[in-house]
């Protein structure tokens, strides 16, 4: 009797814990663009084979943490980029992954952070979807939707 009363207590804490806990990461609105896309994607940027770049928003419920990286089958190479306005050029490097704060969130946009994705196999057309798994620091691996559109 003892027994099934702990047993019922420790089932409706566990299931207490799992009804208020939000997932550490949150990643929305995943996009890509078209490699036709003169802008971003094209046929042989950096001379490494068809290029696009994926944004999207992450948002942190917990500590900070780090996306580290990604991979796709849809591109052999998936670096993290930011981009920097050098004498009225914006140029992009790569980076050390992207910080997410604390708490908040952080935005990979045009104009701005984004993962390029380089020595693509083939195209990506608009209205395409393919699915990307990120690496963060802390939270792990996270699979992604992405759809293909134009900015
Ligand atoms: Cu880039």
């Known amino acids: 009797m003892m027994v099934r009363v702990m047993i019922i207590a420790v089932l409706a804490a566990l299931l207490g814990a799992c009804g208020a806990t939000q997932p550490?990461?949150?990643?929305?609105?995943?996009?890509?663009?078209?490699?036709?896309?003169?802008a971003m994607g094209g046929d042989d940027m950096h001379g490494m084979g068809m290029s696009s770049a994926i944004y999207l928003k992450i948002a942190s419920n917990a500590g900070e943490d780090r996306l580290t990286g990604a991979t796709s089958t849809v591109s052999d190479t998936i670096e993290t980029h930011?981009?920097?306005?050098?004498?009225?050029?914006?140029?992009?490097?790569?980076?050390?992954?992207?910080?997410?704060?604390?708490?908040?969130?952080?935005?990979?946009?045009?104009?701005?952070y984004h993962l390029m994705l380089l020595n693509m196999?083939?195209?990506?057309?608009v209205g395409d979807t393919f699915t990307a798994t990120l690496q963060f620091a802390n939270a792990g691996a996270i699979e992604v939707e992405v759809t293909v559109r134009m900015p």
Request: hydrophobic share 40%; net charge negative; charged share 20%.
């Open 24 to 38: 550490p990461i949150v990643v929305s609105e995943a996009w890509a663009r078209p490699t036709s896309d003169g």
């Open 121 to 125: 196999a083939e195209p990506l057309a």
């Open 82 to 112: 930011n981009v920097e306005n050098a004498d009225g050029v914006m140029k992009m490097f790569k980076v050390d992954g992207i910080p997410v704060p604390a708490n908040g969130t952080v935005e990979l946009k045009p104009g701005s």
